[in-house]
């Protein structure tokens, strides 16, 4: 069974909307964190943003924020006003915590289109 | 304060020849995590090493294919007798220590092409 699934392979945006990615996310341990990576077109991975399980609050970054929705088990990206340069690919990804599996589990990816 | 380094960044192979990756960790990171990326995919995680041991390898195919993280220097991933399937993208990350909201920071990466 898929552990992280991102529903949309590809995206188009007008510029300076915001824009929501999908991620769920499918564990039974207690204690996971869930993270997001920007992988642009020369490759390199971009840590975006970091969201623990037992944190009470979405976590954001800047123009980055992260819709934790615990039951549902998803943890949707959200850009606002969106800009060319974030363009890329989008992952979501999952450690789980039991001690030794520090891991990371890593969806398909959404590319992210950034139209003028 | 340099970030996780990895050579070459390019890698080219014939068939049946051998493949070394390297990985230097960020200064003070003492935890190494192995990843690769096949074309179109996300990445998939091949082996968890701290310094000289190997603490989760559930990810590394059985055969040809190896890593260390030695006392000195840095983490090798080793790729014997390539072949065309072996070529990706492959992915270093280091962290300080492990759980908690320490983020995997990753490598530029290297990418193989097997001819």
């Known amino acids: 069974a898929q552990k992280i699934t991102q529903t949309q392979p590809g995206m188009f945006v007008q510029e300076k909307e915001a824009v929501t990615l999908d991620c769920t996310y499918d564990?039974?341990?207690?204690?996971?964190?869930l993270f997001w990576y920007k992988q642009p077109s020369s490759g390199e991975m971009i840590f975006l943003i970091y969201?623990?399980?037992?944190?009470?609050q979405n976590a954001t970054e800047g123009r980055y924020s992260l819709n934790f929705q615990k039951a549902r088990k998803s943890a949707n990206l959200v850009i606002s006003a969106s800009q060319l340069g974030d363009s890329a690919m989008y992952f979501c990804a999952m450690r789980e915590g039991w001690k030794g599996a520090q891991k990371l589990v890593f969806g398909q990816g959404t590319r992210l289109t950034i139209n003028p | 304060n340099a970030g996780v380094m990895q050579n070459p960044r390019h890698l080219v192979r014939r068939r049946g020849q051998e493949a070394r990756l390297r990985c230097s960790p960020m200064k003070g990171h003492s935890h190494v995590y192995w990843y690769r990326q096949l074309p179109e995919e996300g990445l998939k995680f091949m082996v968890y090493?701290?310094?000289?041991?190997?603490?989760?390898e559930s990810g590394m195919p059985k055969e040809r294919f190896s890593a260390e993280f030695p006392k000195e220097g840095p983490s090798i991933l080793r790729i014997q007798q390539v072949v065309r399937g072996d070529s990706a993208a492959y992915f270093c990350?280091?962290?300080?220590?492990?759980?908690?909201?320490?983020?995997?920071?990753f490598g530029p990466g290297t990418r193989l092409t097997v001819t």
């Open positions: 564990t039974s341990d207690p204690s996971y964190g």
């Open positions: 969201q623990g399980s037992y944190d009470q």
């Open positions: 090493l701290q310094k000289e041991n190997i603490i989760d």
């Open positions: 990350a280091s962290s300080p220590s492990q759980g908690g909201s320490n983020e995997q920071y």
